[in-house]
């Protein structure tokens, strides 16, 4: 599969300050800002808010 570059690479980090990353993939042209997603930290093992970090 050719790497896009319409669909980079980005790394979410926890908002709870736990050092938690995810890594994904997210569609420029649906998606300009910056990426909030809900997920699982297992240090503060709770849902929280992983922002994308550049």
Not at 5 to 32: C, E, F, H
Request: hydrophobic share 30%.
């Amino acid at each position: 599969m050719a790497r896009s570059t319409a669909r980079p690479i980005v790394t979410l980090r926890s908002t709870a300050g736990t050092g938690v990353t995810y890594v994904t993939r997210k569609n420029r042209q649906n998606d300009p800002d910056r990426l909030v997603l809900r997920k699982y930290d297992a240090v503060a093992g709770q849902h929280v808010p992983f922002r994308e970090t550049r």
